[in-house]
């Protein structure tokens, strides 16, 4: 059974240049969640789909938007990059009463 | 709004010694769910032991388990008979219990197990 897998493993942007990141979550599961983490800083949530909605969001502009597809897989779009925007993007997929996150190795993108 | 604080960036343990790291937490929620993750060099997230805020009992994984002290809002983990494998970052993080999957975590404590 395949875990959470997310492509790239590393990209590297200049500034003001878009990035779409992907993510395909374990099997069965149907929420996906998007994390953020700094060099040295625990992950910051982004947002999360469910049913191809955006059901929750965290405090993130704009900038960054998604989309989960009918067989739930997701996408992270980052608009107009920021040199702050290199971090570890890590996918995070679950299901069931207790919702349990599992986590795919990360995107490490480098914004230049 | 919640919020979860590790004070200990860094902690060293000798293999086969048992180290505890420290997480508090602050939240008005009564229902949580309160974990801790590992995050080797792979940079992959793996649970490592997980605390419903409902049950009394501490959790148990095999080598690791937690004193979770709700008064207090404190959520230690201890490992016991620490291995080289163990040397990683550890997070703690919370989880309300109802309507979301969304994850707060600590600023992480990096583990270094020496042989």
């Known amino acids: 059974d395949a875990g959470v897998t997310q492509s790239p493993t590393h990209l590297i942007k200049t500034r003001g240049q878009q990035v779409t990141l992907r993510c395909s979550p374990k099997s069965g599961h149907d929420t996906v969640s998007w994390y953020q983490q700094a060099l040295g800083q625990g992950p910051q949530f982004i947002f999360q789909y469910y049913e191809e909605e955006e059901r929750q969001r965290g405090n993130f502009p704009d900038r960054f938007s998604g989309h989960q597809f009918p067989n739930y897989s997701s996408e992270l779009n980052v608009n107009a990059l920021l040199l702050g925007d290199s971090a570890l993007y890590l996918c995070?997929?679950?299901?069931?009463?207790?919702?349990?996150?599992?986590f795919g190795q990360g995107t490490r993108l480098t914004v230049v | 709004a919640q919020t979860v604080t590790q004070s200990q960036p860094e902690m060293s343990v000798q293999e086969a010694e048992t180290v505890t790291l420290s997480c508090t937490y602050d939240t008005s929620e009564s229902n949580y769910y309160l974990f801790w993750y590992k995050q080797p060099p792979s940079r992959q997230m793996i649970l490592v032991i997980r605390q419903e805020a409902y049950k009394q009992q501490n959790a148990t994984e095999n080598r690791f388990s937690v004193n979770f002290q709700k008064a207090a809002k404190s959520f230690s983990l201890k490992i016991s008979d620490s291995q080289l494998g163990d040397t990683a970052m550890y997070f703690c993080a919370f989880r309300r219990s109802y309507n979301t999957d969304k994850l707060i975590f600590g600023t992480g404590t990096r583990l270094q197990v020496f042989p």
């Open positions: 995070a997929s679950s299901l069931g009463r207790v919702r349990e996150a599992f």
